[in-house]
Nanobody, 128 residues
Framework: EVQLVESGGGLVQAGGSLRLSCAVS????????IGWFRRAPGKEREGVSC????????YYPDSVKGRFTISIDNAKNTVYLQMNSLKVEDTAVYFC?????????????????????WGEGTQVTVSP
């Protein structure tokens, strides 16, 4: 059974940092595509980062560029999203999602429609 479980969300003050984890079971991450997305209240889902075949695709929207970094630990079958210099507007539910066929990140971003496995999300709240 394929499962993606996000963790690491919480309440943090603006300027702080959080590291989200996406623990994957049911398949190994080699040659796969994992994306991080977020959905803020009243807004559409936004792709914030993507990794393909263990390589950071470099996809970061302007809203997070320079502050967010995706990484992978194959030994733990886990993908991380390091979020620094957090802003109030980063408040959202953050999801990770996977494509086992390894579609390129420039295909699955920014909407994630092609991704077939999703976690349930973790809430990130940034206070002023």
């Amino acid at each position: 059974e394929v499962q993606l479980v996000e963790s690491g969300g919480g309440l943090v003050q603006a300027g702080g940092s959080l590291r989200l984890s996406c623990a994957v079971s049911g398949f190994t991450l080699d040659d796969k595509t994992i994306g991080w997305f977020r959905r803020a209240p009243g807004k559409e889902r936004e792709g914030v980062s993507c990794i393909n075949d263990n390589v950071d695709s470099g996809y970061y929207p302007d809203s997070v560029k320079g502050r967010f970094t995706i990484s992978i630990d194959n030994a733990k079958n886990t993908v991380y999203l390091q979020m620094n210099s957090l802003k109030v507007e980063d408040t959202a539910v953050y999801f990770c999602a996977a494509d086992q066929m390894g579609l390129p990140c420039n295909v699955v971003m920014p909407n994630g429609y092609e991704l077939d496995s999703w976690g349930e999300g973790t809430q990130v709240t940034v206070s002023p």
